[in-house]
């Protein structure tokens, strides 16, 4: 992944398994392709913006790593992605969601 920045929209797939799953998240937690990261993405760099994809689940950071990318990337918008193909992956997805956000904000 390139270190563009001044990005106009990063688009975060947040990661919780470890907190959701603790000690199992390192064998049986699932990693779901970022599909609508990636439509979403798509569609706003056809029309002209800068966007990049950070998919903290698939990379499987921590929060600490996630900020870090995000001082890097210098977004002017972050779009988190929450989804999940039946109702468990969408329950830990806004889980991941709420915890990313908060610590964010701080």
């Known amino acids: 992944m390139s270190l563009?920045?001044?990005l106009d929209c990063l688009f975060l797939v947040s990661n919780s398994s470890s907190k959701t799953?603790?000690?199992?998240?390192?064998t049986y937690s699932a990693v779901e392709p970022p599909t609508w990261a990636l439509l979403l993405a798509q569609s706003t760099r056809s029309i002209g913006f800068k966007v990049k994809i950070l998919d903290a689940n698939a990379e499987n950071l921590t929060?600490?790593?996630?900020?870090?990318?995000v001082k890097n990337f210098l977004p002017k918008?972050?779009?988190l992605i929450v989804y999940?193909?039946?109702v468990n992956a969408g329950t830990t997805?806004?889980?991941g969601a709420i915890n990313i956000s908060e610590y964010l904000k701080k």
């Open 4 to 6: 563009e920045k001044n």
């Open 93 to 95: 997805n806004m889980s």
């Open 21 to 26: 799953y603790q000690s199992l998240s390192k």
């Open 77 to 79: 918008m972050i779009c």
């Open 63 to 69: 929060e600490k790593e996630i900020l870090d990318k």
């Open 84 to 86: 999940g193909q039946n």
